[in-house]
């Protein structure tokens, strides 16, 4: 199912993966209010529940804010009651094995009416900007637990745009904030709020696109929360410890996922200047 918002002419807020970190989620919809950026404008590229401790509460204030979110990997597989979260990791892995406890946790903590509003999620979702045509995918646009990096190589992200049929990706699911230029087209990922970016610090990521009379500002921003808080339901749920404290110190419990590129930018906390997308860049159809 796709999801079309027609044409945006005003500010976009963009996240992904609040992870079930209820006090992350309510941060992001305080700024998003503090912006004057209304749930109409704002969308969330999936995984709303995943290693934190509060599915259920993170779930319905998700639901009731009326904001927009795309199916994620783990909406598909908890609206269906999979045995897995279907997130893409190779099995035996610790991501793999730390991934059966926090579903687990997930399915037996959900309510029936959170997992039907999961189902109903679109799988893609669709607008323009500035005369962009963008479209909003979980992991790509051939796969919805496809992990897209910012190492991924070009090719890989130009045949996923090609694919789309779009100027622009939105994604989520590798869990790091980035915006390249693809030739003349454009992947961008607003990160997770959820978890930190894997650079040494606690903070999350979302970001704006904001059309002007150039093109279109993209802004990634950095959201600070109450992480200690999170981190403490973690553990008093019994989830892997490492996920606390991964909240508490900025790296992920293992990044065997990803490419070497971007493992060796471990602990190398991120800086972001706004950058514009001219609109004299149009892209040609695909």
């Keep these: ?83 897995a979260c279907g997130c893409g990791f190779e099995d035996g892995s610790a991501c793999d094995l730390m991934a059966a406890r926090w579903y687990r946790h997930a399915l037996e903590t959900l309510a029936p009416a959170a997992r039907a509003w999961m189902a109903a999620r679109p799988r893609f979702i669709r607008f323009t900007m500035a005369g962009r045509r963008f479209l909003v995918v979980h992991g790509a646009a051939s796969a919805i637990n496809r992990f897209v990096f910012p190492a991924t190589s070009a090719a890989e992200k130009q045949a996923e745009l090609a694919l789309a049929g779009v100027d622009a990706i939105v994604a989520g699911h590798s869990g790091l904030p980035f915006t390249q230029n693809i030739g003349r087209r454009l992947w961008h ?49 019994g989830l892997p410890a490492a996920y606390a404290e991964a909240l508490e110190s900025g790296l992920w419990p293992s990044d065997e996922i990803m490419p070497l590129a971007d493992r060796a930018r471990r602990g190398q906390a991120l800086a972001f200047r706004d950058q514009l997308w001219p609109t004299g860049l149009r892209a040609a159809a695909a």
């Excluded at 941060?27 to 999936?46: S, V």
């Excluded at 959820?194 to 979302?206: F, Q």
């Excluded at 970001?207 to 009379?213: E, G, N, T």
């Excluded at 950095?222 to 973690?234: E, N, Q």
Aim: proline share 7%; charged share 20%.
């Design 1 to 83: 199912m796709i999801q079309d918002l027609g044409t945006i002419d005003r500010p976009l807020l963009l996240f992904g993966g609040p992870y079930g970190n209820l006090e992350a989620t309510r941060a992001l919809l305080a700024e998003a209010a503090r912006l004057g950026i209304p749930p109409a404008r704002t969308i969330c590229t999936g995984d709303i529940v995943a290693y934190c401790a509060d599915a259920q509460a993170t779930s319905r204030l998700v639901m009731e804010s009326g904001i927009h979110v795309v199916m994620g990997n783990c909406e598909e597989s908890l609206g269906m009651a999979a045995d």
């Design 189 to 237: 990922n607003p990160g997770a709020i959820g978890l930190p970016a894997n650079d040494g610090t606690p903070r999350v990521w979302y970001s704006v696109l904001a059309p002007s009379a150039d093109g279109i500002e993209i802004g990634h921003r950095p959201l600070g929360y109450d992480h200690l808080t999170a981190a403490r339901k973690i553990r008093a749920a």
